[in-house]
C-alpha cells in the first residue's frame, strides 16, 4: 500500500478522492522544499499536517490552491488537474477556501462586506441573499454583533473566526487551514478550535497545518508527518500519539509533547 | 456560579487645560538656550513682517491697480453683459458644494473653545500689525488694525467666559458654514473698500462699499449653499445617502465640463448638422451598444465577450491608423465611441450577471454614450475633437478650470498606468516605465511646447488640435506619470496576503486590482497625490508661455501695460500670492481631512 493510502479504515478507502498529490516535487530556486510528496485525501475527511518549521507543510497545501506552483507531479482536485489552464485553477479556487495565519482580512470593508463580496462578484448572488447568508455564518462562528465593524476593530480571535465564516461563504468543498491559531493570544485559540471542529464534524474536508495537538487527536482523521519536503509518516491519531513507526516522528513528537 | 463585582468604569481624568501664560514660561523660556532662541527668532520674524508690511502699505504701492482689474483677475475678458453666466455657473458649483457636505455628513469636531482660541490669535495678530508696521503707514489703516484687533480679543475672551463649558460645546457644521457666510458677505456689503472699475478705458474710483453687483450675487451663492446643505440633510433622513454620494460623484466628474461648455461657452448650433448626423451617431452608439452588451453580459458567454471585446480594440486601432494614412474618413467622435465600445465589451465579463445587472450594465452604457454625445455635440465641431477656447476664458476661471480637468484626467490614466508598470506581463510594463521615465525627464515647458506646436504638425490632415485641447493634452501626460509614481508607491504598500486572501476567494484579477488592491493603495497615496495636485494647481501659470492668459500672467504683464497702472506688478503679484495660497491651503487641510475620515475604525 502506498503512503499515501495508509491508514485508512474500510469505510474512509470507499471514500471519493477528494485531493490526489502524486509525487509533487517544488523548488524555490536552488532549496527544494517538496520532495516528491503522496498524498490523498478522501471526502469528508479531515488531515492534520505536522512537523518541524521548514518541512514543506505550508507550501503543500498552498500548492492545492496554486498560491505556490509545483515544477514536478501532479496535483488532482475534486477530479479537475491541476495546470496552467486558468479555467482549471479558477474552478479549482472556487471548490477551495483558505484560512491564512495573519487572516488577511480586508480592511478597508466591514465584517459583513468581506464576506458578501466574493459570493457578490464571483458567484454573482443579489446582495440581499449573500447579506442573509453572511449573517447566517456569522452567527454559525458566534459574533453576528459584529457584521457592521471594521477588521481593526476586532480582536485577533473574532477576526480569523470572520476569515472562516468568509471561506465558508463560498460553499467550498474543501477547506485549507494553514496554521490558524499561531498568531492568536492563547485565550482565543479555543474559540477558533471549536469552530474548526464544529466544521469537521459537519462533514466538511480539511486539511489543517498546525500545532494545536489537542485538536489534533480530538478531530483528525488521519495525520501526516512531514519533514524537509518528505511525508514521514501517516496514521491515525491513536497510532501516531501511542506508537509511531519512524524515528524521526518519535523525536519530533518528544520534543513538542 | 459567584457574582463578581467589578469596580465602577472609571472616567479618565481630564485634561488639564494649560494657561497661556503657563504654557508660554514653560515652552518658551525654560531655559537660558530657550529664552535666547526666542528673543533672537521673535526679532527675526518681527523684522520679516515690518519689511512685508512697508511692501504693502509704503505709498508707492499703489492697490487701486489691483482693486480696479478684479475683473479682469478672475474672468479676464468676459463680456460684462454675459456675466450673468458666469454668475450661474458659480452658483452650480456652490449647489453641488452644499449638496456634496449634506451628502458626506461633514461634521468636525470644533468645540467653542478652539474657535475663540482662534479668533483671540487673529486679534494679536492684528494687534502686532498695528504696533510694528512702519511709519510709512497711512494712520488710518493702523487705527483700523488697532481696533480690530482689541474688539476681536475682548469679543473672543467674553464669549469664552459668557458660555458654559467651551472646551466641550461643539460648533454645528451649519453654524460654522453660516458663520462664514455672515463674515465674507458682512465685509462685502459694509467694509468702504471703495467702488473700482473701468469706465471708457480710465480707471474710476468712488468711495463707499463694494458695488452690489458683486454683492447680491455672493449673498446669493452663500444662500444657495446654505440652502442645499440644509436641505440636504433634512433629505438625507428619507433617501439612502450612498445613491445621493454616487450622484455627487458623477455630478463632480461630468459637471464643470457641462458648466464651462454650455453655460459659460456661447455655442452656435448648426441645427441641421446637429440632427442628421450627431443625434443619429449617439442613438446608434447607445442603442446597439446597450443591446451588445446586455447581451454579451451573460456569465456563460465570457469568453464570447472576451473575443469580440479583442476584435472590437483592434478594429478600434485599425481606424487610428487609417485615419492617419487617410484610408477613409470617418468623424473623430465615431473613432472614440468606438474605442469606448471595445472596452465596455471588454469589461462585460466582470460585470456579468443576472438579468438585473445586466440592464444595469447596459443601462450604464446608454447613459454614458448618451451624455458622452451630448458634450461632445455641445461644442458643436463637425469632425474634431476641437475644445475651442474663446476668448473671453482668462485668469482665475481659466487657471481654476484647467487645474480641474487635468487632475480629473490625469488620476485615472495615472492609475492605470501604475497598474500597467507593476503588471506581471513585459509589454505593459516596457511601455508604461517608457512612457514614465520619459515624461519625468522632460521639463513641463517642453511637454507643453510638443503638444501645441508640434502635435498638429504630426496629425492627419482634417484633424486639428486647439490651444486650450493641446494645454490641457499635455499637462495631463505630464500629471499623469507623476501620479502615476506615487500609486505605484502605495501600490507597494498593500501586503501580499490581501493578493493571496483575494486570489484564494476565486476573485480575478480586475476584481481583485478594484476591490482590494487599488482601495489600499489610494488611501496610502493620498497625501502625495494632493501634493501632486497642488503643484499642477500652480504649475497651470505656464499657459503664459503658450499663449494663455491665466492669473500670473494678467498680474505679471497685462496689468503693469496698462496706461494707468504702467510699471505696477507688486501689488498684483501680493494679491495673487494670497488667492494661489488661499485655493492650495485649502486642498492641503481638505486632504487631512479625507485621510482622518479613511482612518476611522481601521487602525492596523
Known amino acids: 500500500m502506498s503512503i499515501a493510502d495508509q491508514a485508512l479504515t474500510e469505510e474512509m478507502a470507499s471514500r471519493r478522492d477528494m485531493i490526489v498529490c502524486r509525487g509533487v516535487k517544488k523548488w524555490f530556486g536552488d532549496f527544494q522544499a517538496l520532495a516528491g510528496v503522496d498524498i490523498t485525501v478522501k471526502d469528508r475527511e479531515v488531515m492534520v499536517v505536522l512537523g518541524p518549521s521548514g518541512s514543506g507543510k505550508s507550501t503543500l497545501i498552498r500548492c492545492i490552491n496554486r498560491l505556490e506552483v509545483h515544477q514536478e507531479g501532479e496535483i488532482v482536485v475534486d477530479g479537475v488537474e491541476m495546470t496552467n489552464d486558468m479555467r482549471n485553477i479558477e474552478k479549482i479556487r472556487s471548490e477551495v477556501g483558505m484560512v491564512f495565519q495573519q487572516f488577511n482580512l480586508f480592511p478597508h470593508l466591514t465584517v459583513l462586506d468581506n464576506i458578501t463580496l466574493a459570493p457578490i462578484w464571483v458567484r454573482k448572488r443579489a446582495r440581499v441573499e449573500a447579506e442573509a447568508k453572511a449573517m447566517e455564518l456569522l452567527e454559525r462562528v458566534g459574533i453576528p454583533e459584529q457584521a457592521n465593524k471594521f477588521p481593526g476593530q476586532l480582536s485577533g480571535g473574532q477576526q480569523q473566526r470572520v476569515a472562516i465564516a468568509r471561506s465558508l461563504a463560498m460553499e467550498p468543498k474543501i477547506m485549507l487551514f494553514d496554521e490558524p491559531t499561531s498568531a492568536l493570544d492563547p485565550e482565543m485559540i479555543s474559540e477558533v478550535l471549536d469552530v474548526m471542529k464544529d466544521l469537521a464534524r459537519g462533514g466538511m474536508t480539511m486539511i489543517v497545518v498546525t500545532h494545536e495537538m489537542g485538536f489534533a487527536r480530538e478531530v483528525a482523521d488521519r495525520l501526516v508527518f512531514m519533514e524537509s519536503g518528505d511525508v514521514v509518516e501517516v496514521g491515525t491519531p491513536e497510532h501516531f500519539f501511542t506508537n509511531p513507526t519512524e524515528e524521526r516522528t518519535k523525536l519530533f513528537l518528544s520534543q513538542i509533547l | ?604
Open chain 2, 1 to 604: 456560579m459567584s457574582e463578581v463585582t467589578l469596580p465602577a468604569a472609571q472616567r479618565a481624568p481630564e485634561a488639564e487645560s494649560v494657561s497661556p501664560g503657563r504654557w508660554v514660561r514653560e515652552n518658551l523660556f525654560s531655559s537660558v538656550s530657550n529664552v535666547i532662541q526666542t528673543v533672537f527668532f521673535s526679532l527675526v520674524l518681527l523684522g520679516l513682517l515690518r519689511w512685508v508690511l512697508g511692501q504693502i502699505f509704503s505709498e508707492e504701492a499703489n492697490w487701486t491697480s489691483v482693486a480696479t482689474n478684479m475683473r479682469l483677475l478672475f474672468t479676464y475678458n468676459y463680456p460684462t453683459e454675459q456675466f450673468v453666466r458666469i454668475w450661474f455657473a458659480a452658483g452650480a458649483l456652490f449647489l453641488a458644494v452644499g449638496a456634496s457636505f449634506a451628502a458626506w455628513n461633514l461634521n468636525p469636531m470644533v468645540t467653542v473653545r478652539r474657535i475663540g482660541v482662534a479668533v483671540v490669535g487673529t486679534g494679536a495678530v492684528s494687534l502686532v500689525v498695528a504696533l510694528i508696521s512702519p511709519d510709512t503707514t497711512p494712520s488710518a489703516v493702523r487705527t483700523g488694525f488697532l481696533a480690530v484687533g482689541i474688539g476681536l480679543v475682548v469679543l473672543a475672551l467674553a464669549v469664552l467666559k459668557v458660555v458654559p463649558e467651551p472646551h466641550r460645546r461643539q460648533v454645528p457644521f451649519i453654524g460654522m458654514l453660516a458663520g462664514v457666510a455672515v463674515l465674507v458677505c458682512g465685509v462685502l456689503w459694509f467694509f468702504p473698500f471703495g467702488d473700482y472699475g473701468f469706465a471708457d478705458g480710465a480707471p474710476t474710483a468712488e468711495s463707499g462699499t463694494i458695488d452690489s453687483s458683486t454683492s447680491l450675487p455672493v449673498t446669493v451663492m452663500f444662500l444657495i449653499m446654505i440652502g442645499t446643505y440644509l436641505a440636504g440633510r433634512a433629505l438625507a433622513r428619507v433617501i439612502d445617502l450612498g445613491w445621493l454620494r454616487r450622484t455627487m460623484i458623477g455630478w463632480w466628474v461630468i459637471g464643470p465640463a457641462f458648466v464651462v461648455f454650455l453655460v459659460l461657452r456661447d455655442p452656435e448650433f448648426d441645427w441641421g448638422y446637429v440632427l442628421a448626423v450627431d443625434v443619429p451617431m449617439g442613438a446608434a452608439f447607445a442603442v446597439g451598444g446597450a443591446v451588445l452588451l446586455y447581451l454579451l453580459a451573460k456569465p456563460s458567454r465570457s469568453d464570447l465577450a472576451r473575443v469580440i471585446g479583442a476584435l472590437l480594440v483592434a478594429l478600434a486601432l485599425f481606424h487610428w491608423v487609417a485615419a492617419f494614412f487617410g484610408w477613409y474618413p470617418m468623424l473623430q467622435k465615431a473613432r472614440f465611441s468606438f474605442a469606448l465600445v471595445a472596452v465596455a465589451v471588454l469589461l462585460a465579463p466582470t460585470f456579468a450577471g443576472e438579468r438585473a445587472a445586466r440592464l444595469r450594465f447596459a443601462g450604464g452604457w446608454f447613459g454614458f454614450m448618451v451624455l458622452f454625445h451630448w458634450l461632445l455635440t455641445g461644442i458643436n465641431t463637425p469632425s474634431t475633437l476641437d475644445i475651442a477656447a474663446p476668448p473671453f476664458l482668462g485668469g482665475f476661471v481659466l487657471t481654476v478650470s484647467i487645474a480641474y480637468y487635468v487632475m480629473l484626467a490625469s488620476f485615472p490614466l495615472g492609475v492605470l498606468l501604475s497598474l500597467a508598470r507593476t503588471s506581471k506581463m513585459p509589454i505593459f510594463r516596457v511601455l508604461a516605465t517608457t512612457y514614465i521615465e520619459v515624461v519625468r525627464g522632460v521639463p513641463l515647458i517642453t511637454v507643453l511646447f510638443f503638444f501645441s506646436i508640434m502635435l498638429p504638425l504630426f496629425l492627419p490632415g482634417g484633424m486639428g488640435i486647439s490651444d486650450l485641447a493641446a494645454v490641457f493634452a499635455g499637462y495631463t501626460v505630464f500629471s499623469a506619470a507623476y501620479m502615476a509614481e506615487n500609486i505605484r508607491g502605495g501600490l507597494q504598500s498593500v501586503r501580499r496576503g490581501q493578493y493571496e486572501a483575494a486570489d484564494a476567494l476565486g476573485l480575478t484579477t480586475v476584481q481583485r486590482t478594484a476591490f482590494i488592491v487599488l482601495p489600499q493603495a489610494l488611501r496610502v497615496s493620498i497625501p502625495n497625490l494632493v501634493g501632486q495636485a497642488i503643484a499642477t494647481f500652480k504649475e497651470t501659470s505656464l499657459i503664459a508661455i503658450v499663449g494663455g492668459f491665466d492669473l500670473l500672467r494678467i498680474a505679471n504683464s497685462t496689468i503693469p501695460n496698462q496706461p494707468d497702472f504702467l510699471g505696477q506688478k507688486r501689488p498684483a503679484l501680493f494679491f495673487i500670492s494670497l488667492v494661489y495660497f488661499v485655493v492650495a491651503y485649502s486642498m492641503s487641510r481638505a486632504s487631512r481631512n479625507l485621510e482622518e475620515r479613511l482612518q476611522e475604525g481601521q487602525a492596523r
